[in-house]
């Protein structure tokens, strides 16, 4: 079982920066590939990017490859999203899962959810 808290989403322009954190409840925590998923309203939930358990491996979407970056720190049960250069076209609620063995691009394959946190990036 994995409890997971998104925090670090807000308002920022076009061209900034935010930081995502991601906080995971549970000892097992190092077990689990993670993600971080997006959903702007009127659309389906979409992929961002993904981490393997032990952050050796990383996948991006096409639309954020070179401007996002995940990372994760098993030691705190933290998961991040550092997000550079950020568009309008970013702007959705966030989420970050959880799901057991290998990183997926689907959303049906995660175990575990957290609330969502917004990103607004206006123009």
């Known amino acids: 079982q994995v409890g997971l808290v998104e925090s670090g989403g807000g308002l920022v322009q076009a061209g900034g920066s935010l930081r995502l954190s991601c906080a995971a409840s549970?000892?097992?925590?190092?077990?689990?590939?993670m993600g971080w998923f997006r959903q702007a309203p009127g659309k389906e939930r979409e992929f961002v990017t993904s981490?393997?358990?032990?952050?050796?491996?990383?996948y991006y979407a096409d639309s954020v490859k070179g401007r996002f970056t995940i990372a994760r720190d098993n030691a705190k049960n933290m998961v991040y999203l550092q997000m550079n250069s950020l568009k309008p076209e970013d702007t959705a609620v966030y989420y970050c899962?959880?799901?057991?063995?290998?990183?997926?691009?689907?959303?049906?394959?995660?175990?575990?959810w957290g609330q969502g946190t917004q990103v607004t990036v206006s123009s």
């Open positions: 981490i393997n358990w032990s952050g050796s491996s990383t």
């Open positions: 899962a959880a799901k057991y063995f290998r990183t997926s691009y689907y959303p049906s394959d995660y175990d575990y």
């Open positions: 549970g000892r097992t925590f190092s077990s689990f590939a």
